[in-house]
Nanobody, 130 residues
Framework: QARPIESGGGSVQTGGSLRLSCLGS????????MGWFRQAPEKEREAIAL????????NYADSVKGRFTISRDIAENTVYLEMNYLKPDDTGTYYC???????????????????????WGQGTQVTVSP
């Protein structure tokens, strides 16, 4: 069964850094939109970073812009999320997802609909303490 496999979550203090990885299992990340979503406790899931793997174009939610960086390694079939200057508000479960290939570009984070993403990982927990 095709699905993204996330890793790299953990617990850090405010100001710390983490790097999440998303390995595409059973599908290729080539020339498609890949995204990272976050679900904080008692909040809705939100898209925070997207990358179109064909040309590397990226989009970020305002809440993470300037602190998080999404990237891809086509040869490794992996997407990364580098998270710096972490804050307690960044605490949550982070999910990697692959947009349905019918879409030719990534949507803006605020316009991203979960139903348009074909494959979802099981999530990895990130906890940022004060």
């Amino acid at each position: 069964q095709a699905r993204p496999i996330e890793s790299g979550g953990g617990s850090v203090q405010t100001g710390g850094s983490l790097r999440l990885s998303c390995l595409g299992s059973g599908y290729t990340i080539r020339t498609r939109c890949m995204g990272w979503f976050r679900q904080a406790p008692e909040k809705e899931r939100e898209a925070i970073a997207l990358i179109f793997t064909g040309d590397g174009e990226t989009n970020y939610a305002d809440s993470v812009k300037g602190r998080f960086t999404i990237s891809r390694d086509i040869a490794e079939n992996t997407v990364y999320l580098e998270m710096n200057y972490l804050k307690p508000d960044d605490t949550g479960t982070y999910y990697c997802a692959a947009l349905h290939p019918l879409f030719e570009r990534c949507p803006a984070p605020a316009s991203s609909r979960g139903a348009d993403f074909r494959y979802w990982g099981q999530g990895t927990q990130v906890t940022v303490s004060p």
